[in-house]
């Protein structure tokens, strides 16, 4: 059995219309465009549809290594509820050694947060946390440190860079930076300081393995919203954006705009910024929509409003920091609840979605139903088969209460409806944030300081699609599983192969980057689906190029037929990309020609 499969890209209006510039720069594996270069599929071929002429062969079978499985206590023992299958579940609560109000997946699998004092009573970026979920909840999963002389991180951003360290920057420490390392949990002070304050600011990593900054502010300066003209005067808001290169920090000069990151409605406060199919950067800044060309000196184009601005309204706009947003397929993000930039000003929550497609040289606004739930402070995360899982916030200000929003919520980007999951136990409003976790899972953190509540724990919600009903038994779904793979790292434009235990088809593979970020936004996850083909046990696939996957690291996911996805395995992907920091051991990859031993898993 050989199958060729394309992502989907569908959100329910058809196929979408590709700038030729964007497709332009798609590499021959993606095959996204159209025969003539065009048009973007929206169809997913069905499994069985061919044969295979000629079995596929193994690349490098030298370079082949087991795809690591680690023990995960996270879905041993659950207490699962019988409308798991269509609502997922919550886990009980569990605690944490500080208040994790940023969070960042690591290419080992492990998991960075940091943020606040062990007591949660003062906002420090001097103590890390590093969890194993390895080891689950147990007081031994964690490994705190503080060193006085580390970066104060807190209300900072952060990206990979392609050696693998970790790079922190702004926040309280204002223009400094640091460098983490996930094999030896440490960190050293990088030595070029940045041009301008950068508390709230968003960094990313652009197609050529650069991490871009862009807005932020003086530390606590977001009153600068109350006399704009004034900020502006005084240099409080940032509003030239950097790239961090050679070492250094360079301004891209050409790229200054007060509308994209000025004091106005605080557009300066954490951008909501992704690299699209272009190459270029696009993002939304409270109520306005931009693009940013990196290269040079740099360039900016507004695109105009996104929306209306914030305010004390009937029906709130989802605009400002208080939103979350993800990228959730090639070039579409999803914006959704918000309504200002500020945790003290008391506005009520925006219930409006929104998915803007950036596949064209001007931006694509489509509405969604609303949410069932206003929320200020949400956050989003999206899992491997593009459903996106909405958690925490508030209908009001930064309250709890009768305000907080415990349900999870789940958009289904196929027609853009909306489910509502089972209640968490705890209120996550501002400083809130959510992780994808390998394993399939959402880890949500943090909470407070300042806040009404002080939050020094986590939950875990698991997604509808790890439950089977069997039965009439709600149980964990047999999940596909990776064996082997032909590296953690590929190039861009590479081949791609997996084996998996079984010759059961698989539906979709794709890509997710590794959660990072704070404050409501998600600056690491961008799903990208792959076209692969399945020989048997085999997917071979071609990794796209590098304006839709910025050099990194990723989690490869494949989907079986009855969309039960598989762990994620970290990879690595560009060239000169560092190989995850984890030991691998040799796979010799499977004589496919052979007759198959392994059947297809029993499905009920």
């Known amino acids: ?163 693998g360290r970790l790079l922190i920057t702004g926040g309280n420490g204002s223009i400094t930076s640091s460098f983490y390392t996930p094999s030896s949990n440490s960190t050293v002070t990088v030595p070029a300081e940045l041009a301008d304050e950068r508390w709230y600011a968003t960094m990313l990593t652009l197609s050529d393995g650069r991490p871009l900054i862009m807005g932020g502010m003086r530390p606590y300066g977001e009153s600068m919203q109350d006399n704009p003209d004034q900020a502006v005067a005084q240099g409080v ?166 305000q907080a929003v415990y349900a999870a919520e789940i958009w289904n980007p196929a027609n853009g409806t909306w489910t509502v999951g089972p209640d968490a136990a705890i209120y996550r409003g501002y400083h809130g944030f959510s992780v994808l976790l390998p394993n399939g899972t959402v880890l949500t953190t943090g909470g407070g300081s300042p806040g009404p509540v002080t939050n020094l724990n986590a939950e875990v919600y698991y997604p509808a699609q790890l439950f089977r009903s069997i039965s009439g038994v709600a149980q964990l779904a047999p999940r596909p599983v990776m064996r082997g793979i032909s590296s953690l790292s590929h190039a861009h434009g590479a081949q791609m192969q997996i084996d998996m235990s079984s010759a059961a088809p698989i539906s979709k593979l794709v890509l997710i980057g590794l959660s990072s970020g704070t404050h409501s936004f998600n600056t690491g996850q961008r799903r990208i689906p792959l076209t692969f083909t399945q020989d048997t046990i085999r997917l071979t696939t071609t990794i796209p190029g590098a304006t839709l996957v910025p050099p990194g690291y990723y989690q490869v996911v494949a989907i079986d037929a009855e969309g039960v996805p598989s762990r994620g395995t970290l990879i690595a992907i560009g060239q000169g990309v560092a190989a995850p920091p984890t030991e691998t051991k040799p796979y010799t990859p499977a004589d496919i020609g052979a007759p198959t031993t392994n059947p297809p898993p029993r499905r009920h």
Request: proline content about 8%; charged content about 15%.
């Open 1 to 163: 059995m050989k199958t060729t499969n394309k992502g989907s890209t569908s959100i329910g209006n058809g196929a979408v219309r590709l700038a030729a510039i964007a497709c332009a720069t798609w590499l021959t594996g993606w095959v996204g465009c159209g025969g003539d270069g065009s048009e973007y599929s929206t169809q997913t071929a069905s499994p069985g549809s061919g044969r295979a002429s000629a079995r596929t062969l193994a690349v490098s079978p030298s370079a082949w290594v087991t795809v690591p499985a680690p023990a995960d206590p996270l879905l041993l023992n659950l207490d699962i509820p019988a409308d798991a299958p269509t609502r997922g579940m919550w886990s009980s609560v569990h605690h944490w050694p500080l208040n994790a109000l940023h969070a960042t997946v690591l290419p080992n699998g492990k998991l960075l947060t940091y943020g606040t004092t062990p007591d949660g009573a003062y906002q420090s970026g001097r103590y890390l946390d590093l969890w194993d979920p390895a080891q689950g909840f147990a007081q031994s999963a964690h490994n705190t440190t503080y060193d006085r002389n580390r970066q104060d991180s807190f209300c900072s951003t952060a990206t990979f860079l392609v050696d």
């Open 237 to 402: 808001a940032s509003m030239t954006p950097e790239v961090h290169e050679n070492g250094t920090w360079r301004s891209l000069f050409g790229a200054y705009s007060r509308e994209a990151f000025g004091p106005d409605f605080l557009r300066a406060s954490y951008p909501r910024a992704w690299v699209m199919p272009s190459g270029q950067v696009f993002g939304v800044s409270a109520e306005r929509m931009w693009s940013l060309d990196p290269s040079g000196n740099g360039a900016i184009t507004i695109h105009g409003a996104f929306k209306t601005a914030p305010g004390n309204m009937a029906d709130p706009p989802n605009v400002g920091s208080t939103n979350t947003a993800v990228m959730f397929d090639v070039g579409k993000v999803l914006i959704a609840g918000g309504n200002g930039g500020f945790n003290g000003d008391g506005w009520p929550a925006s219930k409006q979605a929104t998915v803007i497609d950036m596949n064209t040289d001007s931006p694509v606004l489509t509405e969604q139903p609303p949410m069932n739930f206003p929320r200020r402070y949400p956050n989003a995360v999206v899992l491997p088969d593009g459903k996106v899982v909405i958690t925490g916030g508030s209908k009001r200000g930064n309250e709890n209460g009768s």
